[in-house]
């Protein structure tokens, strides 16, 4: 996995590229219902960073996920990713922007009748990859997340952190620079919680920005990278 | 050096993307279609049916239309003029008539030549010298612009000065005519009707499919997948249940 990911690193990343990665600046949006999700934010977020976003449900921090890989659009103020308006891309180029993010969701997402192999793999044949290219990306990821021994398996076969594991593989087998995870450990145990951060960090490590999103505090206090926290649709700093 | 290698594995590229787009579409679809059970056959079936009936009203409006032309065309005036009368001369007046959509006229020596060839008599000077000169008339084809102004037309023709004879297909046959044109309408309209009805039921077949995987696309749409590279095996999926449905209806009924 490093080395295909180290591949991808030099070819989108040359010395030029912006050191900003994900830029907010005035960000607000209103659902059609009148309910105000975000208000004012502004975050930058630079190349190789990990950043926990906390705060309690339905305060807005899947809104705020949303909008960076335009499944959301802002009602008001300017978002950047990777070079990219999300807001204003449509059709195939939100597509081929959504190539460069990786996304893993609180419920897995996996699709039930596909075995473990078949739903990593089913994301590259979605990007229109060559067989030659999914066998090759294949084994580094299921190796990164552990699981190379069940790769037959079908999800429901699976304990949820090694449901998380698959959709964690699933998100970063494309070689994504960056990598959004919504609430991960939210249906999780502690160990399985944690297994799922370490993974994060090591993918962090070979070069990946990664932004969480959780309400769990006890995995913010036992790791040391920066925090901000949406409460009521505003942004604070809480740690650096 | 360089730039021919370049192009060669740009062109290697190219090809391998198409095959590697075939590929996908290729397992994407049987992949669907093995996946979808009944509702393959529910699709398949309503498209032999819906043909079934498709076809027969296509075939009525066929013989229908037949039958209409074996009457020859009901909009045409045969104008016969008096000798002496050349059909230029009338042909100006006659195109005035607001009933008149076309004018041809027929010179009594074209008319004569063609009968001399029909009859299969190879001198024409001979026997037109024989008969003591061309027995025949200058004709004028009048085109009416709708049957129902037809008899009128023949009536005004007739009145006109030089005009010998007018013949048009009489008016029993034209109410039959009429008639096979009415039907061919309704037939037509039925037709068109089952073609819409045929076209819903195909979509909602492949929008059901479509439900039912809603959670795969829902998961292809978050990791950048095109929607063209999405919905392709869907439309290959509907081609096949056409495709099955028209080789059945042809197995079944065709005999």
């Known amino acids: 996995m490093t080395q295909v990911l180290e591949d991808r690193s030099t070819r989108r990343a040359p010395q030029d590229a912006p050191q900003t990665i994900i830029q907010l600046q005035q960000v607000s949006k209103v659902y059609p219902n009148g309910s105000q999700a975000l208000i004012d934010i502004n975050l930058e977020v630079k190349r190789g960073d990990f950043l926990f976003i906390t705060g309690p449900s339905g305060s807005g921090k899947s809104t705020l996920l949303k909008l960076l890989y335009g499944e959301e659009r802002p009602s008001q103020g300017e978002i950047v990713v990777d070079r990219d308006a999300p807001d204003r891309l449509r059709g195939d180029r939100l597509s081929h922007l959504r190539r460069r993010i990786g996304i893993v969701f609180q419920d897995y997402k996996l699709l039930p009748r596909r075995t473990v192999t078949e739903n990593i793999s089913f994301v590259l044949w979605a990007q229109g990859y060559t067989r030659k290219e999914i066998a090759r990306r294949l084994q580094p990821a299921l190796k990164m997340v552990g699981l190379t021994h069940k790769s037959d398996c079908f999800p429901e076969e699976l304990s949820g952190g090694e449901q998380q594991r698959v959709s964690i593989a699933r998100a970063i087998v494309g070689t994504p620079p960056i990598l959004l995870a919504d609430e991960p450990t939210g249906n999780l145990d502690p160990d399985n919680s944690w297994q799922v951060i370490k993974i994060l960090k090591k993918l962090n490590q070979i070069g990946i920005t990664v932004i969480v999103t959780t309400h769990d505090e006890s995995l913010i206090r036992l790791s040391n990278h920066p925090v901000v926290q949406i409460r009521d649709g505003r942004m604070s700093s809480v740690r650096y | 050096m360089l730039k021919i290698t370049e192009i060669i594995s740009n062109q290697r590229f190219k090809v391998f993307r198409f095959f590697t787009k075939l590929d996908y579409l290729l397992q994407e679809t049987l992949l669907g279609l093995r996946r979808g059970g009944w509702m393959n056959w529910a699709a398949i079936s309503t498209v032999t049916v819906l043909l079934f009936l498709f076809g027969i009203g296509l075939q009525t409006s066929w013989q229908l239309?037949?039958?209409?032309?074996?009457?020859?065309?009901?909009?045409?005036?045969?104008?016969?003029?008096?000798?002496?009368?050349?059909?230029?001369?009338?042909?100006?007046?006659?195109?005035?008539?607001?009933?008149?959509?076309?004018?041809?006229?027929?010179?009594?020596?074209?008319?004569?030549?063609?009968?001399?060839?029909?009859?299969?008599?190879?001198?024409?000077k001979d026997v037109t010298r024989q008969l003591e000169g061309n027995p025949l008339v200058d004709e004028l084809k009048v085109k009416a612009k709708s049957s129902d102004q037809v008899p009128v037309l023949a009536?005004?023709?007739?009145?006109?000065?030089?005009?010998?004879?007018?013949?048009?297909?009489?008016?029993?046959?034209?109410?039959?005519?009429?008639?096979?044109?009415?039907?061919?309408?309704?037939?037509?309209?039925?037709?068109?009707?089952l073609t819409l009805t045929a076209i819903a039921v195909i979509n909602t077949t492949i929008r059901l499919i479509v439900m039912a995987r809603r959670r795969e696309i829902e998961v292809m749409q978050l990791v950048g997948a095109t929607s063209s590279w999405i919905y392709f095996p869907f439309l290959l999926q509907g081609v096949t249940f056409g495709g099955v449905g028209a080789r059945s209806r042809g197995v079944r009924f065709r005999v």
Do not use: C, H
Request: proline share 2%.
């Open chain 2, 155 to 193: 009536k005004k023709l007739k009145s006109l000065g030089g005009v010998e004879d007018v013949q048009y297909v009489d008016e029993a046959v034209q109410r039959i005519a009429q008639l096979n044109q009415g039907l061919t309408s309704v037939s037509m309209m039925i037709t068109g009707l």
């Open chain 2, 65 to 124: 239309e037949g039958l209409l032309n074996q009457f020859g065309s009901q909009l045409e005036v045969s104008v016969y003029l008096e000798t002496g009368v050349g059909a230029e001369t009338l042909k100006p007046v006659v195109e005035k008539m607001p009933e008149v959509a076309r004018v041809q006229g027929i010179t009594k020596e074209a008319a004569w030549a063609r009968l001399i060839k029909e009859l299969n008599l190879s001198d024409l």
